[in-house]
């Protein structure tokens, strides 16, 4: 069937999924009324807040404790006029107090001082008590800051004796931050006056500690400046508005369709998924796009019409808005098919609002990197990622830095990323099993009495159980690394083999298998324990042993545009050079790294994870669990590498249809970075900060690649196609 034939199909389901998502008050809310109140509430809110906080600041009064006997030196030294600011106080009134000594203190402990400047509100109230006193009167919140000042300092400055005055506040309170700020401001008046004083009795210009000034002149255009401030927070709110302007639409047109039982219906009619998800796909993205437009022009729009935010040196850089709108109308679409993708796994639509909740950290991802400094777009690696690519385009075109061969490739790249989870949700909706399971995928909190024997997971439990695993193997990684890390206790190795193996064998093991149990699965289907082909596991062997040389060559290329954590991988060598200087910690070494690691993560990720979502395809399954494998494995550095050997621990899963054969050539991988660094001529300690690592000689690489070919040969090889058929495999 031709694109012509299939088009009025397409039209025919966009025009019904638009006029049913229109009728939605919540659809209209989301994607209309949102983006047109966001804008002038937020920037009208936070203008007023910030003035009236302001107005409090200036004119509140804040409590400074004084030492008692110290009230009229306080007195004497407010009244200082602020020379920087030019302040026409009479001076000489203040030199006749502070030329005498300080008389006795009188019948008061308590005063207020006068803000200086055009203010003539009280800036600061002194209260005279001892110190035991005012720590309690501080840690009460009665004062916000307390100052000690000895005695006699006049005699010691005049005596060019050392004074030390300390200010104490509580630097989790605002007030009290202030109140130390105006304490600070006083004091560098007296301080001020004191050097003044000494210039000139020595007759002496103050042009003698400042012999000359530095002229600071910012050259940078007033667009420049304002996109710098805004490049960084726009898109990333764009970003986060497109979201919310989808999610809606999304759920409705998939988990929704389901609860209400109409789904059925569509799916009857002589139309293809493709047809089918093409026409949801379009009015989602519909939706997404007028959000887009509506979030820009309502900005656009408020900030063209408050007078206050035209300043001289910051002004809206006009002429990228229009290419910023450019590139979210494929970000516009890839977010509406990743959604549609994400809601077709939920049976509900309160399931479905908890599997979308994830897409909303995409954009506080982008945020965490577009903020950091240094970070540019450049031609590097951050091309490739979606997402973080535009935010950081956009950045690029608010500094006027944007380049067009730079916005056809994010833009392009982009438009791939969004036809690539169109197509994973067209094949979504063409599995039954898939769109019309009715059992809900939380169901880890049910009574296991009701459940029904399965041979494997479903998508949800597979991934549920991943997500619940991802923090603790992470808090389990970083308290490991903080052990390492601590110069006083140090780590045992007893301690270090029990860091190692509870993780694995209790999280990747134990708990897979329980959770097995609990969902009353099929144990020998959910974990492959099935006998191989000898072949297979033949070829384990060879891609494992030449998977590390060429692991080592991956990570040495990677290393020449992302610069090595040679502390980070430091701190875990340390131990690793310890034991592997005897026999018997090589053996460890092998246990440790090498058989645990084969045993249990294969169970979790080549087992549990890849049964569970068998049903999504070859191709999206494999590439799946080598991701998320990838994605336990840290520092951040390693996972490119490691999820390229997910996705070949995946393959050779599934060709085998056995889990042995990974087992195998999990096995032989980690044992080889050990067992391997005898080889002369394999330099591994040349590794230094800021230079790539140093690569594999040619005579240890090609017979890498070939053992690798081999392996994929053998594996392939001992496939049994006609039991991997009737199993459903293909």
């Not at 638009?18 to 203008?47: E, K, Q, Y």
């Not at 989870?421 to 049910?446: D, Y």
């Not at 860091?499 to 093991?509: G, H, N």
């Not at 084969?598 to 569970?612: D, I, S, V």
Request: with cysteine.
């Amino acid at each position: 069937m031709g694109a012509a034939a299939m088009s009025p199909k397409i039209r025919a389901v966009l025009v019904k999924e638009l006029r049913d998502l229109l009728r939605d008050r919540r659809t209209i809310f989301a994607a209309v009324v949102v983006p047109l109140l966001l804008w002038p509430v937020m920037m009208l809110g936070m203008s007023e807040v910030a003035q009236l906080a302001q107005a409090r600041i200036e004119h509140e009064v804040y409590t400074v404790a004084i030492p008692p006997g110290m009230t009229e030196f306080f007195d004497i030294i407010s009244k200082l006029p602020d020379t920087q600011q030019g302040d026409a106080a009479p001076a000489s009134a203040l030199e006749e107090d502070l030329g005498r000594p300080v008389p006795k203190p009188r019948a008061r402990d308590a005063f207020q001082v006068p803000a200086q400047g055009k203010s003539s509100a009280p800036a600061l109230a002194f209260r005279a008590l001892d110190s035991a006193d005012a720590e309690k009167a501080l840690a009460a919140g009665e004062i916000q800051a307390a100052v000690s000042v000895p005695q006699e300092i006049e005699q010691l400055i005049e005596a060019q004796q050392p004074v030390k005055i300390e200010v104490r506040y509580d630097q989790a309170e605002n007030r009290s931050r202030e109140a130390r700020d105006r304490v600070e401001k006083l004091l560098e008046r007296y301080k001020q006056h004191v050097v003044d004083e000494h210039l000139k009795s020595r007759n002496l210009k103050r042009e003698f500690l400042k012999p000359f000034t530095v002229a600071l002149h910012n050259v940078a255009q007033a667009t420049k400046v304002g996109g710098s401030v805004l490049g960084a927070i726009l898109p990333l709110l764009f970003i986060m508005m497109i979201i919310t302007g989808s999610i809606y639409p999304a759920i409705d047109l998939t988990a929704g369709e389901k609860e209400r039982s109409t789904l059925e219906t569509l799916v009857g009619m002589p139309v293809r998924p493709i047809e089918l998800i093409s026409g949801k796909f379009l009015a989602v993205a519909i939706l997404a796009l007028g959000n887009a437009g509506l979030n820009v022009a309502s900005f656009a729009g408020t900030f063209l019409l408050l007078p206050n935010l035209q300043l001289a040196n910051f002004q809206f850089p006009w002429a990228a808005l229009p290419l910023t709108l450019l590139l979210l109308v494929p970000l516009a679409l890839l977010f509406a098919g990743l959604l549609l993708a994400v809601a077709s796994l939920a049976a509900n639509q309160k399931e479905a609002q908890v599997y979308c909740l994830p897409v909303y950290l995409l954009p506080m991802l982008g945020m965490m990197v577009v903020t950091m400094p240094g970070i540019e777009l450049g031609d590097g690696p951050l091309l490739l990622a979606p997402v973080i690519n535009t935010a950081l385009l956009i950045k690029e075109l608010f500094l006027g830095h944007g380049k067009a061969w730079q916005i056809g490739f994010v833009f392009c790249s982009t438009c791939l990323y969004a036809a690539g989870t169109v197509a994973v949700a067209a094949r979504f909706f063409a599995r039954e099993e898939i769109l019309f399971s009715s059992q809900n995928s939380l169901r880890l909190f049910l009574n296991r009495r009701f459940y029904k024997p399965a041979p494997h997971p479903k998508p949800g439990d597979a991934l549920l159980l991943l997500a619940l695993l991802f923090p603790i193997s992470f808090y389990c990684q970083l308290a490991l690394m903080k052990v390492l890390l601590d110069p006083v206790t140090g780590l045992s190795p007893a301690h270090f083999c029990v860091w190692i193996l509870a993780p694995q064998y209790l999280l990747f093991l134990a708990l897979p298998l329980a959770v097995a149990w609990y969902l009353k699965l099929d144990w020998k289907e959910t974990f492959l324990w099935r006998r191989p082909a000898l072949s297979a596991v033949l070829g384990g062997a060879c891609l494992g042993t030449g998977a590390w040389l060429i692991a080592m060559q991956l990570s040495s290329w990677q290393s020449c545009f992302w610069p090595y954590p040679v502390q980070e991988m430091e701190v875990l060598e340390k131990p690793l050079a310890l034991l592997s200087k005897s026999v018997p910690g090589l053996l460890l070494l092998i246990f440790l790294f090498g058989v645990t690691p084969a045993l249990c993560e294969e169970h979790l990720f080549r087992g549990f994870l890849l049964q569970g979502l068998r049903g999504s395809g070859k191709v999206l399954a494999l590439v799946s669990v080598g991701v998320i494998f990838g994605a336990y494995h840290f520092p951040m550095f390693r996972q490119p590498v490691v999820m390229l050997l997910g996705v070949v621990l995946a393959y050779v899963a599934w060709q085998s249809r056995s889990l042995l054969p990974g087992v195998v050539l999990h096995f032989c991988f980690n044992s080889m970075n050990f067992l391997g660094t005898a080889l002369p001529g394999l330099d591994k300690a040349g590794e230094s900060p800021g230079k790539p690592l140093p690569g594999v000689p040619l005579k240890y690489l090609l017979p890498a690649l070939v053992l690798f070919a081999a392996g994929l040969w053998l594996v392939r090889r001992g496939a049994n196609e006609g039991k991997r058929t009737e199993s459903g495999w293909e």
